[in-house]
């Protein structure tokens, strides 16, 4: 029973329910972001290129000719896929670059408050009555 209870300790203290949560909405989050990225922006990237659609560019390694999809390439022998790969990396940059806005929005919208202004020190009274005496007996 130790090591059950050690577990409930573990599973229920806030880091991992926070850890879990983030894990939950991350992956939620991710889904809309690739949404904007492959059906927002990409389009127009796209459109920017002139229609040019990376994801079917490859070098065939077998010999097959460069007239097939980059699928049916795929079926026919061993292909460098390098439009593939050039598409993620685009999504990627697109993707840091939303996730990096996002971030400075969060922070600006974070206001720091104000360091409170340090108090007053107030001696205390009998601190004040044993200076007074100190200083009396100086004299």
């Given amino acids: 029973m130790g090591m059950l209870q050690e577990f409930k300790t573990f599973a229920v203290k806030g ?3 926070d850890l879990a949560v983030g894990v939950i909405i991350g992956a939620a989050f991710g889904k809309i972001v690739d949404s904007i990225v492959q059906d927002v922006i990409m389009p127009v990237v796209s459109t920017i290129f002139g229609g040019l659609d990376f994801s079917n560019y490859y070098v065939p390694l077998n010999g097959q000719g460069m007239q097939l999809s980059l699928i049916e390439a795929k079926k ?13 990396l685009i999504n990627f940059v697109i993707l840091a670059f939303i996730i990096f806005q996002m971030v400075r929005l969060v922070n600006a919208a974070r206001h720091k408050q104000p360091e409170p202004a340090p108090a007053r020190s107030v001696t205390p009274e009998d601190v004040l009555l044993l200076r007074e005496i100190r200083d009396a007996l100086r004299k």
């Avoid at 026919?76 to 993620?88: D, K, Q």
């Fill in 15 to 17: 880091n991992v329910m």
């Fill in 76 to 88: 026919a022998g061993a292909v460098l896929a390098y439009g593939s790969f050039l598409t993620v």
